[in-house]
């Protein structure tokens, strides 16, 4: 008894200690334009703010978008998001140079917690049934030039068996270059449309029955 009950205060202690992190951004100031995007991802552990400091100007590097990436989709899939809220969009893109402009956490923190709201209007529940390939989607990427040694290679596996991430893309080939707007971009519907596949019983998704055999 004694035992579960210290047990108890210590999960309760971490808890708390995790919310405070979450909520104490050293670095991100009162009425910063991210801020209430990156304190949603922080508690959501989906980017992390080590002791409080987020580094929202730093860019976002290929392999930390791909545990990004994992942790944004389980996340989804576990309804963690709240279904109500998303902004409209009604804005018009200014910056003409987006796609080929190196992405900063804070710009990534922005647009995950934009597309995470939409997304979990969206996206059915998770029923733990495991649905037929869609036809839909490319085949499983097979990861045969990534160590893993790699930091990334866990996320990097659990994007490519469930077809989150597809062939061609750079994220194949983690490392520490910066990712773009448009490579952003691309991960995110990639991994938007395999979760979806995942989750949902579409006609793509069914074994085809074929024709019915000819009359003799």
């Known amino acids: 008894?004694?035992?579960?009950?210290?047990?108890?205060?210590t999960g309760a202690a971490i808890?708390?200690?995790?919310?405070?992190n979450a909520q104490t951004l050293?670095?991100?100031p009162n009425g910063h334009w991210a801020r209430p995007a990156v304190l949603e991802v922080v508690r959501l552990n989906?980017?992390?703010a080590p002791g409080g400091k987020f580094n929202g100007t730093r860019t976002v590097t290929r392999r930390e978008l791909i545990v990004i990436l994992e942790r944004l989709a389980k996340s989804l899939e576990a309804g963690k998001w709240q279904k109500t809220g998303a902004p409209r969009v009604n804005e018009k893109i200014k910056a003409k140079s987006w796609r080929d402009r190196p992405v900063t956490r804070?710009?990534?923190a922005a647009v995950i917690h934009r597309l995470a709201l939409y997304a979990a209007q969206g996206l059915p529940k998770a029923t733990g049934k495991v649905y037929n390939t869609s036809e839909a989607l490319p085949?499983?990427?097979t990861l045969t030039d990534v160590p893993r040694s790699d930091p990334s290679f866990?996320?990097?596996d659990f994007l490519a068996k469930n077809r989150m991430i597809w062939p061609g893309s750079p994220l194949l080939k983690p490392g520490t270059q910066p990712v773009t707007g448009a490579q952003t971009s691309q991960a995110l519907s990639q991994m938007i449309s395999g979760l979806?596949?995942?989750l949902t019983d579409e006609p793509q998704n069914r074994e085809e029955i074929g024709p019915p055999p000819r009359r003799r």
């Open 1 to 9: 008894m004694r035992f579960a009950t210290t047990l108890a205060l």
């Open 139 to 141: 085949p499983p990427v």
């Open 26 to 28: 050293r670095d991100v």
């Open 106 to 108: 804070y710009e990534l």
């Open 154 to 156: 866990a996320s990097l």
């Open 15 to 20: 808890l708390l200690a995790l919310t405070a």
């Open 196 to 198: 979806n596949a995942r």
């Open 46 to 48: 989906i980017m992390g």
